[in-house]
């Protein structure tokens, strides 16, 4: 079987016949996929229960004198459900305008992953990122797991903009994604055929 392109900086968008409740009207920013497996962040879930600033608090990097009118609305922004795999371990997609440290990695231009307190330190003390969204947990697969789940229909791919990423609200991107691709949500069908 040949290997999909590598998907890295596109949209991954779960298909009504995923059939793993975990996924279910999920889009994921693809971070890496290439000869190892791939892995990617879920970015429209957002907790119900968590904000940037909550997480930040419990870090120890934000105190409340620092919660400053113009950090408010930053910090207030929710914590993503990234996935499944270390739920408790915390991912940074930031526009690439901070100081490139180790532990940040470039997925596309305009995007970068940052997996290390560094970037929230940056955030706590409003000194950047300009955009960013904190996820904890992950998705991944094995090599070759990811091309055969697409090839059974369970996903979908696109490109993703940094401003659809940053810019669209969670709960509106599942539904944005599929109708970037001309796709209308209302129309799918959890059965898939090959003519």
Not at 3 to 21: E, H, K, R, T
Not at 182 to 191: K, M, T, W
């Amino acid at each position: 079987m040949d290997q999909f392109p590598s998907l890295a900086g596109q949209a991954l968008i779960a298909m009504p016949s995923i059939g793993d409740s975990r996924f279910e009207r999920t889009v994921i920013y693809m971070c890496v996929h290439d000869d190892q497996g791939a892995m990617g962040v879920v970015v429209n879930r957002p907790s119900q229960k968590r904000s940037v600033a909550d997480v930040l608090t419990e870090l120890e990097l934000l105190d409340g004198k620092q919660s400053a009118e113009a950090l408010e609305e930053r910090l207030g922004a929710r914590v993503l459900l990234g996935g499944p795999v270390e739920k408790s371990r915390g991912f940074v997609l930031h526009s690439p305008d901070v100081l490139e440290r180790e532990g940040t990695v470039a997925v596309s231009d305009d995007v970068h992953l940052s997996t290390t307190l560094d970037v929230l330190r940056d955030i706590s003390s409003g000194k950047g990122p300009e955009q960013f969204l904190l996820a904890l947990g992950f998705a991944s697969w094995d090599d070759g797991q990811l091309d055969r789940e697409i090839l059974q229909n369970a996903w979908l791919h696109a490109p993703m903009s940094s401003s659809s990423l940053f810019d669209t609200p969670p709960e509106l991107l599942y539904a944005a994604s599929l109708s970037n691709l001309g796709v209308d949500l209302h129309q799918l069908s959890p059965v898939a055929g090959r003519g």
